[in-house]
């Protein structure tokens, strides 16, 4: 299918109407009229209902645009891919959510660059879900997650288990949260177990979503918030932060997916050093004294 159809598609999703769809693309308005009717044909059903109102997708439409998006998405894969082949033997595409790439992750990455440097890399984060849904559509290779969900034709194996803890800049003996916690999200899973643990906690005064970057801010306002004890433990070490000891944890299992079809040979030797960097993380790494 010509990749322009489903650009236009989400182009008119996107501005409300064709008009507006056709200036942002910058083509004529019965360009991109012609390009919904081919598309439709192809489909054989209406994707857009029109009024006055705008234009909104019809049930069809709905079930498309997942789609639409998907193949964009390929098509952006294959043409980095290609563009790669001149300098590079292959190509590793590599997503995992947020937190998992201060102290673990990047430093896989760089690993990679030394040790099998004819290979070029790119990553991404994302939330697990959209993550496995990319290994399906064959944009990802591989994905580390938080409680993967089982797929046909993905492998999920479990790596290690990831501990959250409540750190302060300031003073230790407390057991909860109190006036100086911020929200620190560490995704849906979390979001989800802290809001059952700390109802009262459900709309703290500040939530920061930048993840590892988000310590230095306790540090600097003596603030309290939950932190992977992988990235808190240097902290913790040199005395910036201090383990709140008594306080509720959260573990969760760390997986990493990649597609049954692989290149096991290619495969084996980047998921083995993976496997080492787990390692590295699961093994204890702070003792309070």
Do not use: C
């Amino acid at each position: 299918m010509d990749i322009s159809l489903a650009r236009t598609f989400l182009a008119i999703v996107e501005a409300g109407n064709f008009k507006e769809a056709a200036d942002r693309l910058s083509v004529t308005q019965s360009t991109v009229s012609a390009r919904i009717k081919t598309l439709e044909e192809l489909l054989g059903r209406a994707l857009f209902e029109r009024s006055k109102a705008g234009t909104t997708l019809t049930p069809a439409g709905e079930q498309f645009q997942r789609h639409a998006m998907a193949l964009l998405r390929v098509w952006r894969h294959a043409q980095l891919d290609v563009a790669l082949s001149d300098r590079h033997s292959d190509h590793l595409a590599v997503g995992a959510q947020i937190s998992l790439w201060e102290g673990f992750l990047l430093k896989w990455i760089s690993w990679l660059r030394e040790e099998q440097s004819q290979i070029a890399v790119t990553a991404s984060v994302g939330a697990s879900n959209v993550l496995i849904e990319r290994l399906s559509e064959g944009t990802l290779d591989i994905a580390i997650v938080y409680r993967a969900q089982t797929r046909t034709g993905i492998i999920i194996e479990h790596i290690f288990d990831e501990e959250l803890v409540l750190v302060t800049g300031g003073e230790s003996g407390v057991r909860k949260p109190g006036e100086r916690y911020v929200f620190v999200n560490w995704g849906p899973e979390f979001a989800a177990d802290h809001a059952d643990a700390f109802p009262e906690l459900a709309y703290s005064g500040l939530h920061l979503d930048l993840g590892a970057i988000g310590i230095s801010y306790l540090i600097e306002a003596k603030a309290a918030g939950y932190f992977p004890m992988r990235i808190a433990t240097p902290y913790l070490k040199d005395g910036r932060l201090k383990l709140v000891e008594r306080a509720r944890r959260f573990v969760y299992p760390v997986y990493v997916a990649f597609p049954e079809d692989r290149d096991e040979q290619a495969f084996e030797p980047l998921l083995s050093g993976l496997r080492r960097f787990a390692d590295d993380v699961a093994a204890p790494q702070w003792a309070s004294a």
